[in-house]
């Protein structure tokens, strides 16, 4: 809908359905998908490689790419996190030219990859890997028939992945209604006992101290944030839309436990959804972390050694204003224990150390909603009916446009 208000601007409220995910008209959505699997490959055939071949698109900050340290470390991270359950049968959803699969292939039986560029997925084809398919489509393609040929021939008839990825592709969904619908897909379609894995979120419940920090930044501007039209998540909306699925499931907030300090490490996560976990395990003592006593680090180590342990308040370094433990010191102090370092579901600036199982999401939560389509929408929309008039009226001076709230059709 187009309508002239009375101080000349003209506001436009676009239908509903052009927005819907899998709608009878998601133009605008289907577009937001287009552009971010152009910008893709456009960035891997433009990409150099290293010695082994890979590429480190995406893994850069809001303004410039990680140093060579911090992608060895992130490499080192991710990989870890996702052998962590020693899976065999993976599906990767966004898998790029193979990055993690260069990883992890010696350690599995079967690896799907699906990615909407074709750049990337013939790299991996080329490759002629055994017990590998590499698909050209969407995170939203799970089910498709083409996904599902692939999995049945490198997991056989009616096989199922025990591990379904998502790294470092959530923040290019376009909206929560997207990521609820590939999540829901990707719990129904892991096996009993398996994993979804969710790595590189934003963190929304830190975008306010994320825009501070990139505005003090020497080379950003306060238009940065503004900008952005990646998707934000906030921790406790994942418990949420897992809980959604008729599957029992178990989720850890997973921090980023990588030493160096960038936005990845203040303002990303990761998490592990845990399918049909089976026995229930006993209750974590928990216990404050001001109450740990001497040398904090030492005394979470040794009680970690003692039993069933969740270790609450933790200042975080790296978001604190004063004080803090990185949660990389965490991670070393209770390597090899079973528990790992979580954020906070209740304050963003804070850490724990939980068991690795996770724990059944917050029901009671009321987590905040970001809209990277809505930004979109209001920097396209003009755009295109600039465009329009332009055309058809030349000459014409053109009013100011803005975007309202889609209509409901």
Partial sequence: MVRRAPSGV???????????????????????LSNWADLYEWAFKSAELDAAGSDFIGLTTATTP???????????????????????????LGCGTGLLLRHLHDGIESYVGIDPTRFAVDRIREARLPGVRAVLGGAHDLFSHKVKRAIAETMGEGGRPDCVVL?????????????????????ELVESGGRVILGDLRNLALAEEY?????????????????????????NLIGL?????????KVSIRAKTMPGDNEFTRFRYDVVIHVDPGQKPPRPVEVPWRKLTGDRLATLSKLAGEGPL???EIPNARTASAGGVSSGALSAAIEGTGLVATLSLDDPALLEVRPA?????????????????????ARRLPELLRSHLAENFPGVRLPEIVVRKASVS
Avoid: M
């Avoid at 839309?241 to 499931?249: G, Y």
């Fill in 211 to 235: 825009r501070r920090w990139l505005e003090a930044g020497a080379d950003s501007g306060p238009g940065l944030f503004r900008d952005e039209e990646e998707l934000f998540v906030d921790p």
């Fill in 167 to 187: 790294n470092n592709v959530v923040q290019c969904f376009p909206g929560t209604e997207y990521l609820a619908s590939v999540l829901r897909d990707a719990i």
């Fill in 310 to 312: 969740a270790v609450t």
């Fill in 10 to 32: 003209l506001e436009v409220r676009p239908a509903s359905d052009a927005l819907a995910f899998g709608g009878a008209s998601w133009a605008l959505t289907g577009e937001y």
């Fill in 241 to 249: 839309l897992a809980a959604s699925v008729d599957r029992p499931v």
């Fill in 66 to 92: 990680l140093p060579d340290k911090d992608v060895r470390d992130w490499i080192k991270h991710t990989v870890a996190l996702v052998r962590e359950s020693k899976p065999r049968r993976v599906v990767d």
């Fill in 357 to 377: 199982g996770g724990a059944e999401p917050k029901l009671d939560a009321e987590p905040l909603e970001d809209d990277s389509l809505e930004r979109f929408v």
